[in-house]
C-alpha cells in the first residue's frame, strides 16, 4: 500500500490508501490487478461480489462434475432432492447438507432430534432448548456425501443489481488496465457502482449470439471493451462461464480511433489472456427493456449454451434449465 497522487478509477478519489484490486475477482481465479483505493476494493468485496459468488456456485459445482475445480470451494445450495423430498446443498467436493434445519420434537414439545446445515447453527439451537429446558437431544452438523452426480442442473439465480455492478467494476477495471481512453469520466457508470440513485442503470441482460464467443475458450470468462468514435460511445460485455452475458455502456466518451481489447480467464487453470482485437463493424446496443417472454426465452438460450459448451470441455452431456429468482431487478429486465 502506498499514499500517492494516484487516483481512483471506481470512485474518482486520490486520497486515501491505494491497493491492488482484481480485474477478474478472486473467486472466479482472476490474479491481473489494477491500483485503487482502498476504500472502493474492501467495500466491493463485502457488498455485492460476495452476493455474486453465491449466485454464480452452480455453474462452479456442475464444472466440478467435470473435474474443473472453482478457485475456492463453493455450495450449490438446493442442488439435490432425495428419496424424501428432503433437499441438499453440494459443495464443490460433493459433500452435502440439508439445505433447511431438521428438528424434532416429541408430544410434549422438547426437541427429542435435529440436523443442521452446520455445526454453529447446531450449537445455538442447542443453547436456546437448553436455556429454555426443552433439550433432550441434539445431534451435530449433518453433512454426507452425496457425490456431484446427484446434483440437479437447474440453475435459479440471482441477477440483480449486484452481478450488474460487478459488470461495471470489472469495465472501468479493463479501461483502467488497458488506457484506451484517458481520463475517462463515465459518470452514470461510476455513481451506480458507488450505490447512489441513478435513472437508468447501464447495464442490461443480452442474450444475443456474438462473434466475441470467439475470443475466448469454451466455458472462459470474458470482458470485451469497444470504442466507437463514430458511434459515439465505449461499451463493454461481460460473459461468465461463457454464458451469462451483460451489456453495459460506459458512456458517450471514445477514443479517437475504433478500438477494442478481450480479457478473457479460462476455469480450471485461471489462465488470464488479454490481447487487442480487431472490432467488428458494429455491435449495436442489448436492448434495454425486454418482455417477460423474452426474458424466459433468453434463458434457455443461456442454458443450451452452457450444456454445450460442458460437453465440449468434459465430454459429459447434461440438460440444463436456467431461471431467475426474485431478487432487486432494475428497469432493464
Not at 478509477?9 to 490508501?17: D, F, I, R
Not at 429446558?133 to 456425501?145: F, M, R
Not at 488496465?177 to 457508470?189: D, S
Request: aromatic share 10%; with cysteine.
Amino acid at each position: 500500500m502506498a499514499r500517492s497522487f494516484e487516483t481512483c478509477p471506481y470512485c474518482g478519489g486520490g486520497e486515501g490508501l491505494f491497493d491492488d484490486d482484481h480485474i477478474f475477482p478472486q473467486f472466479l481465479g482472476g490474479k491481473k490487478t489494477i491500483r485503487a483505493c482502498k476504500n472502493c476494493n474492501s467495500r466491493f468485496g463485502s457488498t455485492f461480489e460476495g452476493i455474486v459468488s453465491r449466485s454464480l456456485a452452480p455453474f462452479s459445482v456442475t464444472l466440478s462434475r467435470g473435474g474443473i475445480k472453482p478457485a475456492r470451494p463453493v455450495l450449490f445450495r438446493r442442488a439435490y432432492q432425495d428419496e424424501h423430498g428432503k433437499w441438499w446443498d453440494i459443495n464443490s467436493d460433493g459433500d452435502g447438507w440439508l439445505s433447511v434445519p431438521e428438528v424434532r420434537r416429541g408430544s410434549d414439545g422438547h426437541i427429542t432430534a435435529a440436523h443442521f446445515r452446520t455445526q454453529k447453527e447446531a450449537d445455538a439451537l442447542m443453547r436456546r432448548a437448553i436455556a429454555l429446558g426443552k433439550h433432550k437431544y441434539a445431534s451435530g452438523s449433518d453433512s454426507k456425501k452425496i457425490g456431484l452426480d446427484k446434483i440437479r442442473f437447474q440453475f435459479r439465480l440471482e441477477l440483480g443489481d449486484e452481478i450488474k455492478k460487478l459488470v461495471v467494476k470489472m469495465c472501468i477495471a479493463v479501461v483502467e488496465e488497458t488506457g484506451l481512453i484517458k481520463n475517462a469520466q463515465f459518470e452514470v457508470p461510476r455513481m451506480f457502482l458507488q450505490g447512489s440513485s441513478v435513472q437508468n442503470i447501464p447495464v442490461y441482460f443480452d442474450f444475443r449470439n456474438l462473434s466475441i464467443d470467439d475470443l475466448r475458450p469454451p466455458l472462459a470468462h470474458l470482458i470485451y471493451l469497444d470504442t466507437n468514435p463514430r458511434a459515439k460511445r465505449t461499451f463493454g460485455l461481460v460473459q461468465f462461464y461463457g454464458t451469462v452475458q451483460f451489456y453495459c455502456l460506459l458512456g458517450r466518451e471514445a477514443a479517437t480511433d475504433h478500438q477494442a481489447v478481450a480479457f478473457s480467464l479460462s476455469p480450471g487453470d485461471f489462465r488470464e489472456n488479454f490481447m487487442e482485437v480487431r472490432p467488428p463493424p458494429c455491435i449495436t446496443p442489448a436492448p434495454k427493456f425486454i418482455t417477460p417472454e423474452q426474458r424466459d426465452e433468453g434463458l434457455k438460450k443461456w442454458a443450451n449454451k452452457f450444456a454445450d459448451q460442458v460437453q465440449v470441455v468434459t465430454g459429459k452431456p447434461i440438460t440444463s434449465t436456467i431461471d431467475l429468482a426474485p431478487a432487486n431487478q432494475s428497469d432493464s429486465v
